[in-house]
């Protein structure tokens, strides 16, 4: 595909992730339950007045891990963009970047011992537009509410997180922000997230888990 191909619908999307992953992997999985949230959470912030594209958006959440088709390290974010801007679909696979920068700075990247310099000025050059937008936060949420392939609270989903890889300066500002991405969604719903997700926890993706 050329850098000109067209935009992504969801069922392109869900084919090139076949293309490019084992569908019994518990990542992909993961992939389609936070596409779910993340519909959930867009068509809500619709209706209150938000304006994006939300078919973009849950075809983002459903790509946001792609590049761990290549590696489960911390830079398997950068992995999925640079899969995805190959085969020309560079919008699509901004929420590859933006789910692991999760709203960080240049700077604060750049210091990070998982980023050489170079590369966190590449990852923030890459994103267009440069800010952070109010659709990169509903994925920033959708993701931080989804663990493995089950949907459950943000603080749980952190936790896990906490407990698998263990304390870190990275991990603990991921959910600082993930936390203020969320208190911005609510103040556009007018009321609680857990309010609107609360019928979705403990929904699991079976059919993609191993």
Known sequence: MSASSSRLDFSQAQALLRQHANPKDAWVGHCHQVAKVARCLGTALLQ???????????????????????????????SGFCLLQAAGHAAEGRG????????????????????????????????????????????????????????????????????????????????????????ELEECLGFPLDQLLHPLFGDTDHAHAS
């Open 96 to 183: 590859c970047l933006t789910h692991w920068l999760k709203g960080r700075s240049l700077e604060e990247v750049a210091a990070n011992e998982h980023w050489q310099p170079s590369l966190a000025h590449k990852a923030f050059a890459a994103l267009d537009p440069p800010q952070w937008e109010l659709a990169d936060s509903v994925l920033s949420v959708a993701d931080s509410s989804v663990q493995h392939t089950t949907i459950v609270p943000m603080a749980q989903r952190h936790q896990d997180l906490l407990a698998r890889y263990g304390s870190s300066p990275w991990l603990q500002r991921a959910a600082e922000l993930a936390e203020s991405h969320a208190a």
């Open 48 to 78: 209150a007045g938000a304006d994006f594209d939300l078919d973009l958006l849950e075809v983002r959440a459903l790509l946001h891990d792609i590049g761990r088709s290549k590696t489960h390290g911390p830079l398997h974010g950068w």
